[in-house]
């Protein structure tokens, strides 16, 4: 898990909920490793380099990631387009590229009751991705949302190209809602909260999806529409479900305030099957942007 708030296990219970949901499904003891975003920083690796270290090497160890929504400005399209200025306007409202912009029919000074919240409807514009077949190959899905900017359209066209692919959008087309990397085993970002629909014995699609590339068992969630038919034989599975968590070795543990979580146990061999980003904006010029 990457995040802003790793200090505070709290602020993730609804995604570590959901991980733990999906974790039964595939018959898998879930283990979670906390990795502050800023320990990942080049600026970390001069002003603190064993930190550095070891956060690089909880990743690089890790079967999956999941990175859920915060405000940053990292993404993307500097990476890979070159766009060295890319960001959000929210940022950087003289940016050359801006990647994620203010949502036209909100307002800037009134902050109450302008939030694109609550449930909204996602059309799949791409069938033969793994989010529609995650969601049982459905035309559409609801979700909740909460958020008041989003990815800029007129930038679609060049990030695709350069690989992504927007599989989901809203009824205009216009809303990015879905985003994968076709050429990743499991790379899906998403502009709503798919943890907030996910409940014991019906997981959410998305993170049962990244649960079962995480232990080398997605083709079969794939083929069976987002099920798992059976436990999966091989990995460290012992018949229970449990939560089990713990940070970066320098930053000391976290123990859940829930009382959930039941020792600390280290990675496997970390492969990196799969990718979550989730929440606020997709990371293109920035990571959180609202």
């Known amino acids: 898990m990457v995040g802003k708030y790793t200090g505070l296990s709290d602020a993730y219970l609804s995604v570590l909920k959901a991980l733990l949901h999906a974790s039964v499904a595939c018959q898998r003891k879930l283990i979670v490793d906390w990795v502050s975003a800023?320990?990942?920083?080049?600026?970390?690796?001069?002003?603190?380099?064993d930190v550095y270290k070891a956060a690089w090497d909880l990743l690089k160890g890790a079967d999956g990631v999941l990175v859920p929504g915060g405000f940053g400005d990292r993404g993307f399209a500097r990476s890979v387009l070159g766009w060295h200025d890319?960001?959000?306007?929210?940022?950087?409202?003289?940016?050359?590229?801006?990647?994620?912009?203010?949502?036209?029919?909100?307002?800037?000074?009134?902050m109450g009751g302008t939030?694109?919240?609550?449930?909204?409807?996602?059309?799949?514009?791409?069938?033969?991705?793994?989010?529609?077949?995650?969601?049982?190959?459905?035309?559409?899905?609801?979700?909740?949302?909460r958020h008041r900017y989003e990815v800029n359209p007129n930038m679609i066209s060049k990030l695709e190209n350069a690989g992504l692919s927007f599989v989901g959008r809203d009824e205009t087309g216009r809303r990015m809602k879905i985003v994968e990397l076709p050429s990743h085993s499991y790379f899906v970002g998403v502009q709503f909260h798919p943890e907030f629909k996910s409940r014991p014995g019906k997981p959410s699609a998305l993170f049962l999806g990244l649960i079962a590339a995480a232990c080398g068992n997605l083709e079969t969630a794939l083929h069976d529409n987002g099920h798992v038919r059976k436990a999966v034989t091989s990995g460290k599975s012992n018949g229970h479900s449990m939560l089990k968590t713990h940070k970066n070795e320098i930053g000391g543990p976290i123990k859940s305030s829930n009382g959930s979580v039941n020792g600390v146990y280290s990675n496997g061999n970390g492969n990196g099957n799969g990718l979550l980003r989730m929440g606020r904006c997709f990371s293109l010029g920035d990571e959180g942007g609202g």
């Open 38 to 49: 800023g320990d990942l920083e080049d600026i970390t690796a001069q002003e603190a380099p």
């Open 115 to 145: 939030m694109h919240l609550g449930s909204r409807r996602t059309y799949f514009k791409v069938s033969d991705c793994k989010s529609a077949k995650l969601y049982g190959n459905v035309d559409f899905v609801d979700e909740q949302h």
């Open 86 to 110: 890319a960001n959000s306007t929210e940022f950087n409202s003289e940016t050359t590229n801006p990647c994620v912009i203010f949502m036209p029919e909100g307002s800037k000074t009134h």
